[in-house]
């Protein structure tokens, strides 16, 4: 059967290390076809133009920092069936899109969301949860080896995450996008209420990994502590106003600025930020707060015609190929695995030391993933703190582990 064309939208700004991280990433991934579209500021276009994909992708001009212009600019641009959002500071897995897409065959399915693993590699940040129309959330326990299809009732919608979700592009059409009066945050919650309203279903699809770390940005710092709350205040006044009655909205508002207070000084008791630092947050979440009572909000206009032709990767068939060694091999075998990207194989380095040491997971900058542990030590967090293994067997438990996603044979 046909695979849809897809379109991958990423969206940059102020982060062109991690920008270079994601777009190896995204060279790695086996799917036919598929293009990508960069919507990025200076140092973003710098460094698509300084890549391997130079000339390959389509990079787009933008430098606001407004995630749904961002966003919309990107799906204006793209040509494929299904446009796929991911963020520039997270990496999908090989099969990322092949597993993603796959329900896409069912006509009534609008969207599409897959899980997010944090910043260890194995731990999710994010898996399925449905929202309502205040923004609270609930966990949905899924079966994680297939899609599961949803469809909406009453007012509830099926979350998707931004940094792994996608969307049949005429669905973004009709829906108007993103929209813009949500610069930074529930800019995707407001699109996944309007899914449900139109009566899309959306398939949650956890064999669909992203690796998102949390970068540093002006508005957090890489350990997640916040820098500033004003975006975050204007959009939850914007949500308001879409969402809830004026009889409902104070008392509403009163439980999410406590929220962050807590959240606030969780961090100033853990000694992350200062008594001051405290107060000039809440300040800031007023202030936007404040300004997104005037914000204006709705929909935005969606070019119905891409304005570029489809641009697909050329993704030639890379086999998944795994090195495994003590962990003062690394060097050696570090430079084996970036010489065997090179060479245009998908490849998964473990490096293992004699202690109980937790195993974390990342994707080097070279295109390679590695994941480094103890061979007695756990790698889903849920298992038993130590485990006697030989190493020939932890190998051969850890790759089964990662199979489906990075693509082994069995």
């Not at 609930?138 to 931004?162: C, Q, S, V």
């Amino acid at each position: 059967m046909t695979q849809p064309p897809v379109s991958v939208v990423v969206v940059s700004r102020d982060r062109p290390a991690a920008l270079r991280r994601c777009l190896t990433a995204l060279a790695q991934v086996q799917y036919t076809p598929f293009e990508v579209v960069v919507v990025a500021d200076v140092k973003g276009r710098a460094t698509v133009a300084g890549s391997p994909l130079a000339g390959l992708v389509k990079v787009v001009e933008f430098d606001r920092p407004n995630i749904s212009e961002a966003r919309n600019l990107g799906i204006s641009h793209a040509a494929g069936d299904i446009v796929a959002f991911i963020d520039d500071d997270a990496v999908p897995e090989p099969s990322w899109l092949t597993h993603l897409v796959s329900p896409a065959t069912r006509p009534h399915v609008g969207a599409m969301g897959g899980f997010v693993r944090g910043r260890n590699g194995i731990s999710f940040q994010w898996q399925a949860r449905s929202i309502d129309e205040t923004g609270a959330t609930e966990h949905m326990e899924m079966n994680p080896r297939r899609a599961t299809i949803l469809t909406p009732k009453g007012a509830r919608g099926t979350k998707t995450e931004g940094t792994n979700m996608a969307v049949r592009r005429d669905v973004l059409v009709d829906l108007e996008g993103f929209d813009p009066g949500f610069a930074f945050y529930l800019d995707e919650t407001d699109l996944n209420l309007r899914l449900a309203r139109a009566g899309h279903a959306t398939a949650i699809v956890p064999m669909a990994e992203v690796h998102h770390g949390f970068a540093a940005s002006p508005r957090r710092r890489a350990d997640r502590v916040p820098r500033d709350l004003f975006d975050i205040g204007a959009s939850w006044a914007v949500f308001q106003r879409k969402y809830l009655s004026e009889a409902e909205r104070r008392d509403h508002w009163r439980a999410i600025r406590l929220s962050e207070r807590k959240r606030a000084l969780e961090h100033m008791v853990a000694g992350r930020l200062l008594p001051r630092d405290v107060r000039y947050l809440l300040g800031r979440l007023d202030q936007g707060y404040s300004q997104g009572l005037m914000r204006k909000r709705g929909g935005a206009q969606i070019s119905a015609s891409p304005i570029l032709p489809y641009q697909p990767l050329e993704v030639a068939p890379r086999k998944s190929v795994l090195i495994s060694g003590r962990i003062w091999q690394a060097k050696r075998l570090r430079a084996e695995a970036a010489e065997r990207v090179k060479n245009g194989e998908i490849v998964t380095l473990f490096l293992l030391s004699p202690t109980s040491l937790y195993h974390h997971v990342r994707f080097d900058p070279r295109g390679f993933w590695e994941q480094s542990g103890g061979l007695f030590g756990k790698s889903s967090r849920d298992d038993v703190v130590f485990r006697p293994y030989g190493f020939r067997e932890r190998v051969l438990r850890e790759r089964e582990r990662v199979a489906i996603q990075r693509l082994f044979s069995a």
